[in-house]
């Protein structure tokens, strides 16, 4: 017998609930606000527009169908079923945040303040909740980069994947494109970033821009990939040649560590992050697997 299909909700503490927490009630946060000259007013509306949308879309769940709720900061502990469909109740960046841990599961995104989230993953409005989930409706297969290192360490993100140091130190390593039968460079930099065309609404299109790049930006579709070298330091033993290109599908960028410690993290976030050491090559290219997002 086939299981009915369960509604995963993924959302994320509000910045109200965060002020209450880190100071213990309503009023103490209020005058913590007020003596910087804030109105709490300003998180508290925000807060009851986030826990109103989650309410409706809870209510809009199918009453033959299982549900559950997740916080974003429980998601790598949280196991996802193939019968699951995945309800992304927050900001766009949610989104990213939950892909890395799904396979092939789609992702309807709603957006909890339009206007101030840009909507490009969270694309539909509380009230149309009830009619996504009881129809079949149309998924986008967004491409997705991977980070897979020698030990067989491995990570995928959808926006990017950052290469560099935990810190504000240099990273140090050797940057090759498709193997060492390539271009090679010694580079000592703020670190490397390789993003998707979905990353090309955020982190890299601020790189992108700041650079003045001529590079074209891949589509969140597209099985192409844009990377950049941050802040690369010409000395006699580091090179400033490769600093930015494109990856196709059977491309890969490969870094091999010559700093004591390197990590790899994906779409921000640092504390599920890949470690790396001295000696140590990584390979970034484009993933195999896709994010089906509702359209």
Known sequence: M???PRAVL?????EYEKLVARHGTHGQAAFFLASRGRDIEEVAER???ARGALAEVTSAVPLTWRQAQVERADLDRFLFAPEDVVVVVGQDGLVANVAKYLTGQPVIGIDTDPGRNPGVLVRHRPQDAAKLLSAATTVDELTMVEAVADDTQRLVALNEIYLGT??????RYRLGLDDDGGAVE???SSGVLVGTGTGATGWLRSVWQERGSRLPLPSPTEDRLVWFVREAWPSPATGTALVAGELAASASLTVTVESDRLI?????IETDALQLTWGQTIRV??????????G
């Open 285 to 294: 290219g484009v993933c195999g697997q896709r994010l089906r997002l509702a």
């Open 2 to 4: 086939s299981l009915a």
């Open 47 to 49: 807060h009851r527009r």
């Open 10 to 14: 993924v959302h994320r503490t509000t």
């Open 264 to 268: 790899a993290f994906g779409d921000g």
């Open 166 to 171: 935990p810190g504000h130190q240099t990273a």
């Open 186 to 188: 010694a580079q000592a």
